[in-house]
């Protein structure tokens, strides 16, 4: 079983950078499909970006060319790059994994999750 640790959160202005890592132990993360998702107030939670255990990624059209998920193998870590942020991106950003090899980005794809950091973009 997979224990995440998400950080990097804060606060930005917009047009601005942020890397958010997830740290995983207990298991080899690579074993795991793995996903970021967020959630504002009052709004469902969202999957922003995956990555299958075979490499495959697959991203949100509202952050499609903004951010790029990756994996660190060696250090058992994910991070999401995330760049030109927006008002909107504002959220609380979790880390998930599933042993399923896929690419969903439905919050009921994920086993495993990660109690989130903060981010938010202000104008």
């Known amino acids: 079983q997979v224990q995440l640790v998400e950080s990097g959160g804060g606060s930005v202005q917009a047009g601005g950078s942020l890397r958010l890592s997830c740290a995983a132990s207990g298991d080899l993360f690579s074993k795991y499909s793995r996903a970021w998702f967020r959630q504002a107030p009052g709004e469902a939670r969202e999957g922003v970006a995956v990555i299958s255990r075979n490499g495959h990624t697959r991203y949100a059209n509202s952050v499609k060319d903004r951010f790029t998920i990756s994996q660190d193998n060696a250090n058992n870590t994910l991070y999401l790059q995330m760049n030109s942020l927006k008002p909107e991106d504002t959220a609380m950003y979790y880390c998930?994994?599933?042993?399923?090899?896929?690419?969903?980005?439905?919050?009921?794809?994920?086993?495993?999750w990660g109690q989130g950091t903060q981010v938010t973009v202000s104008s």
């Open positions: 998930a994994a599933d042993p399923t090899n896929w690419v969903g980005l439905s919050r009921n794809d994920y086993s495993y």
